[in-house]
């Protein structure tokens, strides 16, 4: 067999870069602003998620003099429930690694490079949930309460938190429902339009669109010429995402978005519900020694799960061909 060495080799060693390069992860906008903005709500404990809605108007209208009022009890209220859900990301160092990877000749340490590698696996679990529904048809059932249930008119989803659609409102955004409209082609600009107007409120309107490049590009090639319009000036573009303006919000790729999809959302109405407890607010378990073995595992955990609190407020186009 040949030598493994040769005269230079033998007696010179290998200038290693003292950064490790991810060539792996992907980016997810909507992560960031869901998870780590002023949209995350600490929860404290309790067996779920509750969150209150106003569902039916009180008794109002014209009266005659002389007339009588309509005081019977009205139910105006109820509640959407959801699960707490759990993620995790694993972290196993072989202990036979640990003498090698020590002193002058350790350029790296690669228990600090797994620990990064953990927290942006962690991360991406919860990335791709996001787009799931956590009602066993897309995601399972053990995984967040995704935007595709959330967002949904009751097409795909009758229920959302626990509640039926249909028993709290009927119709495209009206009650719990959302804008769900299955394209079957490519995005007309009239057709983005009509479900951001379906999913207006008065001043309340989507505030993030999401989609994928290829979706993005054809949007961009429609958009640009007439208006020209980037942002850079939002909080998207502070943490390095650079956003297409679409009736002046911002419209982002996510290339965790499911193929042929654009979400759109009302931020102020999406809150990432994360426990408070340390462990299980991407804490670490803290490596533990494996039997009968000088390996040790260890776990960053995550408790809680995402609450759309007025899903009329945003909507789905599926079936996008770009």
């Known amino acids: 067999m040949p030598l493994p060495y040769n005269d230079i080799t033998a007696v010179t060693v290998n200038d290693i870069v003292p950064e490790l390069v991810d060539n792996y992860y992907k980016v997810s906008p909507p992560f960031v602003l869901v998870f780590k903005g002023e949209t995350v709500k600490p929860f404290p404990g309790g067996n779920q998620i509750q969150q209150p809605i106003q569902y039916a108007p009180l008794k109002a209208g014209p009266f005659a003099p002389g007339g009588t009022f309509d005081i019977s009890y009205v139910n105006t209220d109820t509640?959407?429930?959801?699960?707490?859900?759990?993620?995790?990301?694993?972290?196993?160092?072989?202990?036979?690694?640990?003498?090698?990877?020590?002193?002058?000749?350790?350029?790296?340490?690669?228990?600090?490079?797994?620990?990064?590698?953990?927290?942006?696996?962690?991360?991406?679990?919860?990335?791709?949930?996001?787009?799931?529904?956590?009602?066993?048809?897309?995601?399972?059932?053990?995984?967040?309460?995704?935007?595709?249930?959330?967002?949904?008119?009751?097409?795909?989803?009758?229920?959302?938190?626990?509640?039926?659609?249909?028993?709290?409102?009927?119709?495209?955004?009206?009650?719990?429902?959302?804008?769900?409209?299955?394209?079957?082609?490519?995005?007309?600009?009239?057709?983005?339009?009509?479900?951001?107007?379906?999913?207006?409120?008065?001043n309340k309107q989507p505030n993030l669109l999401a989609t994928t490049q290829l979706v993005y590009n054809s949007l961009y090639a429609k958009m640009v010429p007439a208006q020209r319009v980037m942002d850079t000036n939002s909080d998207l573009f502070s943490i390095g995402f650079q956003a297409l303006r679409f009736n002046n919000q911002r419209l982002v790729v996510d290339q965790y978005c499911p193929a042929g999809y654009l979400f759109l959302m009302n931020t102020d109405f999406l809150n990432a519900h994360i426990s408070e407890q340390e462990l299980f607010s991407f804490g670490f378990t803290g490596f533990k020694e494996l039997p009968n073995s000088v390996d040790a595992s260890g776990q960053l955990c995550m408790a809680g799960n995402i609450v759309v609190s007025a899903p009329r407020l945003g909507g789905i186009l599926a079936g996008i061909v770009a």
């Open 79 to 202: 509640a959407m429930t959801f699960n707490v859900k759990y993620y995790y990301a694993n972290v196993t160092i072989q202990g036979t690694q640990l003498p090698i990877n020590r002193g002058s000749n350790a350029i790296m340490s690669f228990v600090e490079e797994k620990m990064i590698n953990g927290s942006q696996a962690l991360a991406q679990a919860l990335a791709q949930d996001l787009y799931g529904d956590g009602q066993g048809t897309v995601t399972s059932q053990i995984a967040l309460d995704g935007l595709l249930a959330a967002y949904d008119d009751g097409t795909n989803y009758p229920s959302y938190g626990g509640l039926s659609r249909a028993a709290v409102g009927s119709g495209a955004n009206n009650g719990i429902n959302g804008y769900y409209l299955n394209v079957g082609g490519p995005l007309a600009i009239p057709t983005l339009q009509k479900a951001y107007g379906q999913a207006t409120l008065g």
